[in-house]
């Protein structure tokens, strides 16, 4: 029985890859020849070999060490993996590269216990920081707190009287702001809200200072932005940091004009390192201009690809702005946010589909999802079009009905696995015991024939990839928790683990044909593990290190 097409293709093309392998090839040295190692190829023709070979920054040839010691030469490097286990590059299919440049330089708030927490971490920035510039943070979660009710800014502003501070949570759904941040910002109880977001108000109608979704705007458009060349000092940082993680590439999901330009000249003067896939962010001008030029890919040495566009549906399941189609469990005259009108989605994916442009757009809650699967349809049903590969991002909450839909439309789930292992302990009081059913329902998916990207949403998430490998395959924490894992039907075999990590990224790009697995004829981008993950106990995965990472054949991380 024939596997649905989207899955079917993105298995296939390595096999077809590697039939690319020119007959004249071992007739060339090679510039780098990788062996005695377990390399799984994540290609179905030669799933594991022990050697390969690389030249001009691609994969020339794979399989055993004594045919790739044919390809040996005068200046031919070799390097001796000494039985370790290879991969292929890992590519994050959904995450935010701007947004961990400027987390990287802004007070970490991750895994703070307590409110009064948060405010040590601030107080202590502020010892170092003058009076009246403003203070950033992010990572603050109020479900891991004891109580989860929005913080006030009163101990905030108690504390930090003298320094605008904004403290953003850790989904980037909602921020927290002091009163000299409000004040900056002219934000009264005579504020109005903009559609999509909501002021946190207390009983008299006075901002509690938090601010979620559309609202964030009223206070972050008056932060003060970094220069280009510090921009481009914290980008650099941040690669260094995917690289200490085996990360090769990401989806960035959502860039504006001047970074997408940012991005390309540190593609030019090669400064990037990176196989970054740029989805615009949702500006009417930035569409224009984009849709104007067409898709382009693999630009720069296969550095930057600008073919997709990022939308907004609704908001997050931790700041109750998901939208539901009942209301929240712990929350009963809520049912979340839309953030953009569905008939806005379908005219932009009209558009995309006429522009040559693949349409991402962000949906978590189950009435999110709907509301997108039912504009791409309209959209498709107007513009028929074969293999547009629309997604849709993070497809957390599903109704049962609409898991086939994905199939059906061509539409592709990109999820972040390390999402349920941070949510399952409190999404059950979001939802009730019912929705759970539908919830991170990734082997409901598979077996429908999509492909699933996997994703952390850095910096929503760690960076380290790792963490959601571990998340597909158990279904649990760090801990190991709970016992047999949540929801464990759910769970991802190994190998779809793997692949969710590297091809199917690469064919929720349209890059299948030039990375994504270790086939002949594609970039040399691979990892060196210190474990084998896909034979190790699950429990074992998390204490995997990596120990190189390579992007076109150069070394670019070495522990």
Same mark, same amino acid.
């Not at 802004?106 to 009064?116: A, I, N, Q």
């Given at each position: 029985?024939?596997?649905?097409?989207?899955?079917?293709?993105?298995?296939?093309?390595?096999?077809?890859?590697?039939?690319?392998?020119?007959?004249?090839?071992?007739?060339?040295?090679?510039?780098?020849?990788?062996?005695?190692?377990?390399?799984?190829?994540?290609?179905?023709?030669?799933?594991?070999?022990?050697?390969?070979?690389?030249?001009?920054?691609?994969?020339?040839?794979?399989?055993?060490?004594?045919?790739?010691?044919?390809?040996?030469?005068?200046?031919?490097?070799?390097?001796?993996?000494?039985?370790?286990?290879?991969?292929?590059?890992?590519? @994050? =299919? %959904? #995450?935010?590269?701007? &947004?961990? !440049?400027?987390?990287?330089?802004?007070?970490?708030?991750?895994? /703070?216990?307590?409110?009064?927490?948060?405010?040590?971490?601030?107080?202590?920035?502020?010892?170092?920081?003058?009076?009246?510039?403003?203070?950033?943070?992010?990572?603050?979660?109020?479900?891991?707190?004891?109580?989860?009710?929005?913080?006030?800014?009163?101990?905030?502003?108690?504390?930090?009287?003298?320094?605008?501070?904004?403290?953003?949570?850790? @989904? =980037? %759904? #909602?921020?927290?702001? &002091?009163? !000299?941040?409000?004040?900056?910002?002219?934000?009264?109880?005579? /504020?109005?809200?903009?559609?999509?977001?909501?002021?946190?108000?207390?009983?008299?109608?006075?901002?509690?200072?938090?601010?979620?979704?559309?609202?964030?705007?009223?206070?972050?458009?008056?932060?003060?932005?970094?220069?280009?060349?510090?921009?481009?000092?914290?980008?650099?940082?941040?690669?260094?940091?995917?690289?200490?993680?085996?990360?090769?590439?990401?989806?960035? #999901?959502?860039?504006?004009?001047?970074?997408?330009?940012?991005?390309?000249?540190?593609?030019?003067?090669?400064?990037?390192?990176?196989?970054?896939?740029?989805?615009i962010s949702d500006n009417a001008a930035a569409l224009t201009h984009y849709?104007?030029?067409?898709?382009?890919?693999?630009?720069?040495?296969?550095?930057?690809?600008?073919?997709?566009?990022?939308?907004?549906?609704?908001?997050?399941?931790?700041?109750?702005?998901?939208?539901?189609?009942?209301?929240?469990?712990?929350? #009963?005259?809520?049912?979340?946010?839309?953030?953009?009108?569905?008939?806005?989605?379908?005219?932009?994916?009209?558009?995309?589909?006429?522009?040559?442009?693949?349409?991402?757009?962000?949906?978590?809650?189950?009435?999110?999802?709907?509301?997108?699967?039912?504009?791409?349809?309209?959209?498709?049903?107007?513009?028929?079009?074969?293999?547009?590969?629309?997604?849709?991002?993070?497809?957390?909450?599903?109704?049962?009905?609409?898991?086939?839909?994905?199939?059906?439309?061509?539409?592709?789930?990109?999820?972040?696995?390390?999402?349920?292992?941070?949510?399952?302990?409190?999404?059950?009081?979001?939802?009730?015991?019912?929705?759970?059913?539908?919830?991170?329902?990734?082997?409901?998916?598979?077996?429908?024939?999509?492909?699933?990207?996997?994703?952390?949403?850095?910096p929503v998430e760690e960076v380290n990839p790792l963490i959601s490998f571990?998340?597909?395959?158990?279904?649990?924490?760090?801990?190991?928790?709970?016992?047999?894992?949540?929801?464990?039907?759910?769970?991802?075999?190994?190998?779809?683990?793997?692949?969710?990590?590297?091809?199917?990224?690469?064919?929720?790009?349209?890059?299948?044909?030039?990375?994504?697995?270790?086939?002949?004829?594609?970039?040399?981008?691979?990892?060196?593990?210190?474990?084998?993950?896909?034979?190790?106990?699950?429990?074992?995965?998390?204490?995997?290190?990596?120990?190189?990472?390579?992007?076109?054949?150069?070394?670019?991380?070495?522990?």
């Amino acid at each position: 029985m024939l596997a649905p097409a989207p899955r079917a293709a993105a298995l296939a093309v390595a096999a077809l890859a590697s039939l690319a392998q020119p007959a004249t090839a071992q007739q060339t040295p090679a510039d780098l020849i990788v062996t005695n190692a377990r390399v799984y190829t994540v290609d179905d023709s030669r799933p594991l070999v022990e050697a390969f070979a690389v030249r001009n920054g691609r994969i020339v040839f794979t399989g055993s060490a004594r045919e790739a010691a044919s390809l040996k030469g005068a200046n031919t490097k070799v390097v001796d993996a000494g039985g370790r286990t290879i991969i292929p590059g890992m590519v @994050d =299919g %959904h #995450a935010h590269f701007n &947004n961990l !440049a400027k987390k990287l330089r802004s007070v970490d708030l991750v895994g /703070t216990r307590s409110y009064d927490e948060v405010i040590a971490r601030v107080v202590e920035r502020a010892k170092t920081t003058p009076k009246g510039q403003w203070i950033i943070g992010r990572g603050w979660d109020q479900n891991a707190w004891g109580s989860t009710a929005f913080p006030t800014h009163d101990a905030l502003t108690a504390a930090l009287p003298d320094h605008p501070v904004l403290l953003e949570r850790i @989904d =980037g %759904h #909602a921020q927290l702001a &002091n009163m !000299a941040a409000m004040k900056v910002a002219g934000l009264t109880a005579a /504020t109005k809200e903009p559609s999509g977001g909501k002021i946190v108000r207390d009983a008299k109608g006075v901002p509690t200072g938090v601010l979620v979704d559309n609202a964030e705007g009223i206070v972050s458009s008056k932060v003060p932005t970094p220069s280009i060349q510090e921009w481009r000092a914290m980008h650099k940082d941040a690669v260094k940091l995917m690289h200490r993680w085996g990360l090769v590439g990401m989806h960035d #999901a959502g860039a504006s004009r001047e970074m997408i330009e940012l991005y390309e000249d540190m593609a030019k003067q090669k400064e990037l390192d990176l196989r970054l896939y740029i989805m615009i962010s949702d500006n009417a001008a930035a569409l224009t201009h984009y849709f104007g030029m067409g898709p382009r890919s693999a630009l720069y040495d296969g550095q930057v690809w600008v073919r997709a566009v990022k939308l907004y549906a609704d908001g997050a399941m931790g700041s109750r702005g998901a939208a539901l189609l009942e209301p929240y469990s712990d929350d #009963a005259n809520n049912t979340g946010l839309l953030l953009s009108a569905p008939a806005h989605i379908q005219e932009v994916a009209e558009a995309g589909l006429k522009a040559g442009f693949q349409i991402n757009t962000h949906a978590i809650g189950d009435r999110g999802n709907r509301v997108v699967l039912d504009a791409y349809e309209k959209a498709l049903d107007k513009t028929p079009m074969a293999n547009h590969r629309f997604r849709v991002e993070h497809a957390q909450i599903l109704h049962q009905d609409d898991i086939p839909r994905f199939a059906q439309l061509g539409v592709i789930p990109s999820m972040q696995a390390s999402h349920q292992t941070s949510d399952m302990y409190w999404i059950g009081k979001r939802l009730g015991p019912t929705r759970l059913y539908g919830a991170y329902a990734w082997q409901s998916l598979l077996q429908t024939g999509v492909v699933i990207p996997n994703g952390s949403d850095f910096p929503v998430e760690e960076v380290n990839p790792l963490i959601s490998f571990h998340a597909s395959i158990a279904r649990q924490d760090a801990r190991d928790w709970p016992m047999g894992g949540w929801f464990p039907a759910e769970r991802m075999s190994r190998e779809d683990a793997l692949r969710s990590m590297t091809l199917w990224p690469a064919y929720a790009g349209f890059q299948e044909q030039e990375m994504g697995s270790i086939t002949p004829g594609k970039y040399a981008d691979f990892v060196i593990l210190d474990q084998d993950i896909m034979k190790v106990p699950a429990e074992m995965v998390l204490r995997t290190s990596v120990l190189a990472t390579y992007l076109g054949g150069r070394l670019v991380y070495a522990k």
